[in-house]
């Protein structure tokens, strides 16, 4: 190793140093927010309620090794401009077709593109990329009317 690296090196060190420090914080936060919950749980089992029964805040998705960062929304928009027109399923065999996938015989991989095709496209609702038409297994999505579009400040 040359000496022109020891600040490179010992920088890294330090930080990665910093990291195992803070993951051991973490664990140890982790740890006593469990045991709390155990003492919360056994609170509301003498009120007659099961804590396990209650809805948790939060939720951490767990990211698609088949999609990159953005891809979903890209791919929502790029064949909304294309075809006018879409459904969540069009989406799907798009992006399963695209990837070397088959549609019919990945069920269950369908099932899981179609379900994160679907927050994706609620997300673009939410914020005014798109309008849904519809409800239920026919709900279709269309970009909005110009006239109802957010206006934008920068392009």
């Not at 209650?54 to 990211?63: A, F, Q, T």
Request: with cysteine; proline share 3%.
């Amino acid at each position: 190793m040359s000496d022109g690296n020891t600040f490179l090196i010992s920088g890294l060190k330090a930080k990665r140093s910093a990291m195992a420090g803070r993951i051991v914080d973490l664990r140890r936060e982790l740890y006593r927010l469990e045991a709390d919950l155990v003492h919360v749980d056994a609170v509301l089992r003498l009120y007659g309620l099961e804590g396990s029964e209650l809805p948790s805040k939060g939720h951490v998705s767990i990211r698609s090794a088949y999609f990159a960062r953005n891809e979903l929304s890209r791919r929502c928009r790029d064949l909304l401009r294309e075809r006018g027109t879409i459904s969540a399923d069009d989406v799907t065999v798009s992006a399963m077709l695209d990837k070397g996938l088959d549609p019919e015989t990945e069920r269950r991989l369908r099932t899981d593109f179609t379900r994160r095709i679907l927050v994706t496209l609620h997300d673009l609702k939410k914020i005014g990329q798109v309008q849904q038409v519809g409800r239920g297994k026919g709900t279709r999505w269309t970009l909005p009317d110009e006239a109802e579009q957010p206006t934008r400040l920068f392009s």
